[in-house]
């Protein structure tokens, strides 16, 4: 690997971004695939209610501002991260296809999700809003490296959670996520860099990265409690009447479960310090030693070498 960094701070390497074709059998895996935690499963669970779409729009967003860049290295990075995320957004889906076979229809949540992305944040300013295209483009970036800051996050949790283990996880589950929260931290700062080299220069660049999380942090956490008490709410597994409960939820972070408030939330402070990039965010070391021993991963290199091979 070659030492080149785009920010300039010493360090790791720099890493090369690639997909990996993984796929997962959900057959075996039940509803509750924490066992007994009904509450920590649905609140994991609606990563898979707004990934398909949001990732899908992700790569939309990219390749409006491939045009843009003029680096070679972050045009690689940017080719890496696309091809990741719509990898996510697939077997995200195909997770949404197993809850529907389990009896679990979340349909009437996730065409709201699809709204929010194909057509409020869609190509075009919503209800012919007089915003100009290079600025539009530039505010969704910042959208996208906002919430790649706690991916980034999330990704760095569920690689330590040893919550899930102890309280016996499903594997496939579990391989799927630390899979997907491996490779957030591989391309954690890949969003950031796009915006910083697409989103103009000055005071009025780090203005929009901070309107950007402005808008990301409160919808993302309005999403996440309304999907969460969703699919608590029409869980076939859970008596009528009971939805989503904040003493469960934290009852489930005491036990490693979920991650804790303070980690999500002080995520944000450090998104806004002037000097922040990404790369300080969670461990690649770790991404890659998992990476290696992952199950989906692994599955998918070999499936490489022997078409190679062939």
Request: hydrophobic share 45%; glycine share 8%; proline share 7%.
């Given at each position: 690997m070659?030492?080149?960094?785009?920010?300039?701070?010493?360090?790791?390497?720099?890493?090369?971004?690639?997909?990996r074709?993984?796929s997962?059998?959900?057959?075996g895996?039940?509803?509750?695939?924490?066992?007994?935690?009904?509450?920590?499963?649905?609140?994991?669970?609606?990563?898979?209610?707004?990934?398909?779409?949001?990732?899908?729009?992700f790569?939309?967003?990219?390749?409006?501002?491939?045009?843009?860049?003029?680096?070679?290295?972050?045009?690689?990075?940017?080719?890496?991260?696309?091809?990741?995320?719509?990898?996510?957004?697939?077997?995200?889906?195909?997770?949404?296809?197993?809850?529907?076979?389990?009896?679990?229809?979340t349909?009437?949540?996730?065409?709201?999700?699809?709204?929010?992305?194909?057509?409020?944040?869609?190509?075009?300013?919503?209800?012919?809003?007089?915003?100009?295209?290079?600025?539009?483009?530039?505010?969704?970036?910042?959208?996208?490296?906002?919430?790649e800051?706690?991916?980034?996050?999330?990704g760095?949790?569920?690689?330590?959670?040893?919550?899930?283990?102890?309280?016996?996880?499903?594997?496939?589950?579990?391989?799927l996520?630390?899979?997907?929260?491996?490779?957030?931290?591989?391309?954690?700062?890949?969003?950031?860099?796009?915006?910083?080299?697409?989103g103009?220069?000055?005071?009025?660049?780090?203005?929009?990265r901070?309107?950007?999380?402005?808008?990301?942090?409160?919808?993302?956490?309005?999403?996440?409690?309304?999907?969460?008490?969703?699919?608590?709410?029409h869980?076939?597994?859970?008596?009528?009447?009971?939805?989503?409960?904040?003493?469960a939820?934290?009852?489930?972070?005491?036990?490693?479960?979920?991650?804790?408030?303070?980690?999500?939330?002080?995520?944000?402070?450090?998104?806004?310090?002037?000097?922040?990039?990404?790369?300080?965010?969670?461990?690649?070391?770790?991404?890659?030693?998992?990476?290696?021993t992952?199950?989906?991963?692994?599955?998918?290199?070999g499936?490489?070498?022997?078409a190679?091979?062939?």
């Open positions: 070659s030492t080149e960094r785009r920010d300039g701070t010493p360090g790791e390497e720099h890493y090369r971004i690639t997909p074709r993984v997962f059998d959900w057959d895996t039940p509803l509750h695939w924490i066992p007994d935690e009904p509450t920590a499963t649905h609140v994991i669970n609606v990563l898979h209610l707004l990934l398909p779409a949001g990732e899908r729009w790569v939309k967003v990219f390749k409006e501002a491939l045009p843009l860049v003029t680096d070679p290295v972050l045009l690689k990075d940017v080719k890496g991260f696309m091809g990741q995320e719509a990898t996510h957004s697939v077997q995200h889906s195909a997770v949404l296809a197993h809850l529907a076979r389990r009896r679990l229809d349909a009437a949540y996730t065409r709201h999700v699809d709204f929010l992305f194909e057509k409020l944040l869609g190509e075009d300013p919503p209800f012919g809003a007089p915003i100009p295209t290079q600025e539009w483009l530039r505010f969704r970036l910042s959208l996208i490296a906002a919430i800051q706690f991916t980034a996050v999330l760095d949790w569920v690689l330590h959670a040893e919550g899930l283990d102890r309280a016996g996880a499903d594997p496939v589950m579990l391989d996520l630390r899979w997907h929260g491996a490779e957030e931290v591989e391309h954690r700062a890949v969003a950031f860099d796009m915006y910083q080299h697409c103009g220069a000055g005071l009025p660049r780090y203005a929009r901070v309107e950007g999380m402005a808008v990301v942090a409160p919808v993302l956490l309005w999403l996440w409690a309304w999907g969460a008490s969703y699919l608590i709410r869980d076939p597994q859970i008596p009528g009447g009971t939805g989503y409960s904040l003493r939820h934290n009852r489930a972070v005491r036990h490693g479960l979920l991650p804790a408030w303070k980690e999500l939330g002080s995520a944000i402070p450090r998104y806004f310090r002037r000097s922040y990039h990404p790369s300080q965010e969670g461990s690649l070391r770790k991404a890659v030693e998992y990476l290696a992952s199950p989906a991963a692994r599955a998918a290199a499936a490489v070498g022997r190679a091979l062939g």
